[in-house]
């Protein structure tokens, strides 16, 4: 059973004139770590809050191990890291998982210990006690704010924008954690616009445009779209450099393969999917290319995120304004 | 699994305890502790009329903009992070936490209403205790007194709470709205015309019906004594206390739950 | 209100916060509007109009008047109404010693005697509680709310006032022994303390005039010895600086201070008026008619409002003296 299932969520803000959130449905297996990509102005922030409670889809509907998320039930399970830290800034490291600690409703026997796991989780390196919340920095805050998603050993992590304002080591520090939850069979739903850790850890992708999902699948199906591969073969010594130019592109149109670069001896093909440019080496065999290397550079998300925007702008201009107004 | 409870012990014991022991709140909280057996001190070594000099540093427990400032120390986050409005955008998270906001709401109500009391209580014994030393018999305290500061710690408590549950821009029109339809009575009483223009003595009418009207829902301290004094008195000033007090408590938890926390957007 | 809770169980106190809210706002707004008279029956004061006062003049001599000057909008006048004139022990002591007249400030009814009475008490402010003997003399003023302790207090100040007033009436006729018999017995047997200047010199004339000046300047130096105790922190050992006020103008009653230092002794209009009233009292009994009247005067004239003790002294005297 799915862990969270959202139907036909859809939410608009007064103010604004087009819907922040159209439509949208998807569903969260216990223990999967979900990712919610896109532009700014996606709709991801808005669809997090409305999984939170925090504010009212206008239609559509909910649910989180079973329950709606205004369900007094579902609030211990869940723990969440905002995207702009709005931590009790006045209280030390300390005080302030002390306070989420209390509030989510753990026993208090076990508090320093779970206050000290976290902290090594997020591997801050300052005394809690004495430092206060506004004296950190921005990657700082963030930890913090990670250790007080997890202070109350949630099953449901919800991370908006883990990343922003860290450091590499802080990249690496994210991906472990999530591979923990993993671990721990803790599900996660993680919203960003940075995706070198989502692409990593992530089981499940939706990506996001315009308050919609514009697609949902795993990492493979999201590779598969966009392959570059570099292949190299054998110097043919009785054809030059236009010749072979020539032949490939004829034979890479055939394929619907496009040639983006090509030398003597190795050439960079873009292919829609495994299948043509399977066809595409095979054809390129049996018109003596002694392929002996096959490099395929999976494009980065990033690159289709930036493709995938670019197309949608051109297409759809009307979405243009911000939708989180 | 948690029950919803209506009292949060964690906000209670961060708004009271751990508040005080945060200097920028435990100083001021202790100056207003310490002002009026300091005053009493002063004024009684300082005056021809000892007693008469006693009594006025006494009234100092019906002001109402103590009764306002220790709810506004209690309740809201302001003195400690050097904001004014304190901090609304810690309640996004806040909210996804096991708290419902009428406990929430409860519980910084109670929290304003037990640490404006408590000091106050603490405040006048320190002062009875310097008034006795300096020989003054007649102090004020009893009953009535310690009533009256209960029931002013409640209405100042409940009516923060409300302002402090709004936006803060709807919350500061609220304040300066009610507030100002109390003082306009008070300048209404200062001066009088005979024989102003009709239009001036329309608009005069119409002040005084906001006055009438909208005057008394900013709390003014009440004085228990007063309550106890009559019967007609007792009507009038009870249901507009009470009244007063659901209103605040009733808008806090209302304005709490129509609030979006779209924590993306400010 | 369907999802003002997130917790199903503590729905309940919303629910009765509302319920209670509703309730008493529809009580508040009753008891504001339509039953606003019902609740707020006649006082038992039984207050009358200035015409009654008018008809009455013949038969109130011993009492005194207290007037309540109000007005249909202000608010602090309908909570006396409600609160104050309610307390019983309010309504017996003004029944008692005071005849009560209730002034509409502002209303069409009897308008030109209200404001004849107005600028006669210099009134800028209400709810204001003014004490007058019969024949008009001021005596006593306060204004805004007072609880009910407060406002028996009140009262019973301005009845002991009113025995110097009185006295005072007596005095400018030069008739000393009415004069004293109209004192408070408390005062004269020394047993209670004078506490305001123009009383404490009116005391002293009367006493002096009968030839009693040892006794008047025993109970003079008294009150001097009360207030300098009070006082000594402020006073500098050894400068020429004047006491602070009022030790002046007793110093100035037992014959230790000449007219000139007085003068100097303060600056403030209200302080100079006494002063004034204190030199022509002097004058006159030095038979210098003249200069006494010249001087209270100046003490009518340095009392900025008609509301103070030395400015009935002054006029009193100037209504006896002026040919």
Not at chain 1, 57 to 85: A, T
Not at chain 1, 172 to 193: C, D, P, W, Y
Not at chain 3, 73 to 79: M, T
Not at chain 3, 252 to 276: C, F, H, P, V
């Amino acid at each position: 059973m799915s862990i969270i299932t959202v139907d036909n969520l859809s939410k608009h803000f007064r103010r604004a004139k087009v819907k922040a959130v159209q439509d949208v449905s998807f569903s969260v297996e216990p223990g999967e770590i979900f990712g919610l990509i896109g532009p700014n102005g996606a709709g991801k922030t808005t669809i997090m809050a409305c999984l939170l409670a925090l504010i009212k889809p206008s239609s559509g509907q909910i649910k989180i191990d079973g329950k709606s998320p205004y369900d007094f039930e579902v609030k211990p399970l869940i723990g969440f890291l905002p995207e702009r830290p709005c931590y009790n800034r006045w209280m030390t490291i300390h005080q302030f998982l002390t306070y989420h600690h209390m509030l989510s409703g753990r026993p208090s026997q076990e508090r320093e210990k779970d206050i000290k796991e976290a902290l090594e989780a997020v591997e801050l390196e300052v005394d809690p006690k004495k430092r206060r919340v506004k004296e950190l920095s921005r990657g700082m805050l963030q930890r913090v704010g990670l250790a007080q998603a997890v202070i109350g050993r949630p099953r449901i992590v919800f991370l908006d924008e883990p990343t922003s304002g860290m450091d590499p080591l802080g990249f690496i520090m994210i991906r472990k954690m999530l591979l923990r939850f993993k671990e721990q069979g803790i599900t996660a739903v993680v919203n960003s616009h940075h995706l070198l850790e989502v692409e990593k850890v992530c089981d499940r992708i939706a990506f996001m445009r315009g308050g919609k999902i514009e697609h949902l699948g795993g990492m493979d199906s999201f590779a598969v779209q966009g392959q570059d591969t570099t292949l190299s073969w054998l110097p043919l010594a009785d054809r030059n450099a236009d010749v072979i130019k020539e032949s490939l592109v004829s034979l890479a149109q055939k394929h619907d393969c496009t040639i983006i670069d090509a030398s003597l001896d190795s050439a960079k093909v873009s292919s829609p999917d495994k299948e043509h440019l399977a066809s595409f080496i095979q054809e390129l065999v049996k018109n003596e290319f002694l392929i002996y290397e096959s490099k395929s550079e999976r494009r980065e998300l990033v690159d289709l995120f930036l493709n995938k925007s670019d197309k949608a702008d051109k297409s759809d201009k009307s979405d243009k304004s911000d939708i989180n107004e | 699994m948690n029950k919803p409870s209506l009292l949060s012990p964690t906000l209670i014991r961060f708004n009271l305890w751990e508040k005080i022991r945060a200097w920028r709140v435990g100083i001021p909280i202790f100056l207003f502790m310490g002002l009026p057996c300091y005053m009493m001190l002063i004024s009684v070594i300082d005056s021809t009329e000892p007693e008469l000099a006693a009594k006025n540093v006494w009234h100092i427990y019906d002001n109402a903009s103590i009764y306002f400032l220790l709810a506004y120390l209690f309740i809201s986050d302001g003195l400690l992070t050097g904001r004014p409005t304190g901090e609304p955008e810690t309640l996004n998270l806040l909210f996804t936490r096991p708290i419902t906001r009428t406990c929430y709401v409860l519980s910084k109500f109670f929290c304003g209403f037990i640490g404006s009391s408590v000091v106050l209580l603490i405040s006048a014994a320190m002062t009875l205790g310097i008034a006795t030393t300096l020989g003054i018999t007649e102090n004020p305290i009893d009953s009535h007194f310690i009533l009256s500061i209960f029931l002013n710690s409640l209405i100042f408590s409940s009516f923060y709470v409300c302002l402090h549950a709004m936006p803060s821009m709807l919350g500061l029109i609220a304040y300066l709205f009610f507030s100002g339809c109390q003082t306009v009575g008070d300048i209404m009483s200062i001066g009088y015309s005979q024989n102003a223009p009709t239009f001036f003595k329309h608009v005069k009418d119409a002040i005084l019906f906001f006055n009438y009207w909208f005057g008394d829902v900013f709390p003014s301290t009440v004085d228990f004594s007063l309550i106890a004094s009559s019967f007609y008195a007792c009507t009038e000033l009870v249901v507009v206390y009470l009244s007063n007090l659901s209103l605040f408590l009733f808008f806090a938890i209302f304005m709490l739950s129509i609030r979006e926390f779209s924590y993306g957007a400010d | 209100m369907a999802r003002t809770n997130s917790g199903k169980s503590t729905l309940y106190i919303p629910i009765l916060i509302s319920i209670a809210m509703a309730l008493l706002l529809v009580a508040r707004i009753y008891i504001k509007g339509p039953f606003q008279t019902l609740l707020n029956p006649d006082s038992q004061i039984g207050w009358k109009s200035i015409s009654d006062l008018e008809r009455d003049k013949e038969n109130y001599h011993s009492s005194l008047v207290l007037f309540d000057f109000s007005a249909d909008w202000c608010q602090p006048c309908k909570r006396m109404d409600k609160v104050t004139f309610q307390a019983q022990d309010v309504v017996k002591k003004v029944r008692e010693s005071f005849y009560p007249v209730k002034v509409i400030v502002g209303s069409e009814h009897e308008k030109k005697s209200v404001t004849d009475l107005q600028t006669k008490y210099s009134l800028f402010s209400i709810p204001t509680f003014v004490v007058t003997l019969p024949s008009g003399e001021w005596v006593y003023q306060k204004r805004g709310f007072f609880p009910p302790k407060d406002f028996i207090k009140m009262l019973d100040n301005a009845k002991l006032k009113s025995y110097f007033v009185r006295a005072e009436l007596k005095m400018a006729k030069q008739d000393y022994k009415g004069a004293l018999a109209e004192l408070n017995p408390d005062v004269v047997s020394g047993k209670k303390q004078i506490e305001d200047e123009i009383p404490m010199m009116v005391y002293f004339h009367i006493l002096k005039n009968l030839g009693r000046l040892d006794e008047a300047k025993v109970a003079v130096k008294k009150r001097f010895d009360f207030v300098y105790s009070k006082k000594k922190n402020a006073i500098q050992p050894g400068s020429d600086k004047p006491l602070p006020w009022p030790l002046p103008f007793y110093q100035y009653l037992l014959g230790e201070l000449d007219e000139d230092k007085l003068m100097r002794a303060t600056s403030a209009w209200y302080q100079k008026s006494e002063i004034n009233c204190a030199i022509a009292l002097n004058a006159l009994e030095n038979n210098q008619k003249d200069l006494a009247l010249k001087t209270f005067h100046k003490a009518a004239e340095s009392s900025y409002y008609s509301n103070s003790d030395s400015f009935r002294l002054a006029e009193l005297y100037i209504k006896e003296l002026e040919p």
